[in-house]
């Protein structure tokens, strides 16, 4: 079973940065897409963003657009998240994903690892 693991999270003061990394146990060449989504407290699950295998296309959701990055890494398996200009309503959990980007984006399939924490203060 394909494992991904996040590490990176933690607290942060608002305007602060963050570096979300995520390793898996598998060689994610065969991954579509890699990226990441968050899910806020007494919300759904949405979109942060994917990237391809090169980075050469990626997805942002709209309040990422500007202050996060998203950058995959095959030789290390890996795929990072580079957050800027951090806001409280950035507090959440982050989740690594990766796999077909239309299952992804459909909420229907995927490789997702546990998560991790961020939590940003005033």
């Known amino acids: 079973q394909v494992q991904l693991v996040e590490s990176g999270g933690g607290l942060v003061e608002a305007g602060g940065s963050l570096l979300l990394s995520c390793v898996a146990s598998?060689?994610?060449?065969?991954?579509?897409?890699m990226g990441w989504f968050r899910r806020i407290p007494g919300n759904g699950r949405e979109l942060v963003a994917l990237a391809n295998w090169d980075n050469s296309q990626t997805k942002y959701g709209d309040f990422a657009k500007g202050r996060f990055t998203v950058s995959r890494d095959l030789s290390r398996n890996a795929v990072s998240l580079q957050m800027t200009g951090l806001r409280i309503e950035d507090t959440a959990v982050y989740y690594c994903?990766?796999?077909?980007?239309?299952?992804?984006?459909?909420?229907?399939?995927?490789?997702w690892g546990q998560g991790t924490q961020v939590t940003v203060s005033a």
């Open positions: 994903v990766g796999g077909p980007r239309t299952e992804i984006l459909g909420g229907m399939g995927g490789s």
């Open positions: 598998e060689r994610t060449a065969v991954y579509d897409v």
